[in-house]
Nanobody, 121 residues
Framework: VQLAESGGGSVQAGGSVKLSCAIS????????MGWYRQAPGKEREFVTS???????RYADSVKGRFTISQDNAKNTVFLQMNSLKTEDSAVYYC????????????????WGQGTQVTVSS
């Protein structure tokens, strides 16, 4: 599986950005897709995920502002980010997810190269 993010850039606080993640290849064990982000000096953190069954999860910090979606025909996952804050500035990564031993769809199997989002005040 190969993942390629696009759509990052610079935006002012309160603005919107839509990220895309193009998926190529196939993994039998893939159960969903996720978005993660990493700000300078911080660990990579979970942002949102979408299972193949349609279940979505969001980090508390982005609930109500970010939306994950998928276009199956185009093998692309999207992250719509609205009402952006300066603390949303980070490199955003998409990941293909697999099942954990506990039955949760949250094991990152494959990563994209990341795309930078910078939010200025």
């Amino acid at each position: 599986v190969q993942l390629a993010e696009s759509g990052g850039g610079s935006v002012q606080a309160g603005g919107s950005v839509k990220l895309s993640c193009a998926i190529s290849g196939y993994s039998l064990s893939r159960c969903g897709m996720g978005w993660y982000r990493q700000a300078p000096g911080k660990e990579r953190e979970f942002v949102t995920s979408l299972s193949t069954g349609g279940t979505t999860r969001y980090a508390d910090s982005v609930k109500g502002r970010f939306t994950i979606s998928q276009d199956n025909a185009k093998n692309t996952v999207f992250l719509q980010m609205n009402s952006l804050k300066t603390e949303d500035s980070a490199v955003y990564y998409c990941a293909a997810l697999g099942w954990s031993r506990y039955g949760s769809c949250n094991v990152q199997q494959f990563w994209g190269q990341g795309t930078q989002v910078t939010v200025s005040s």
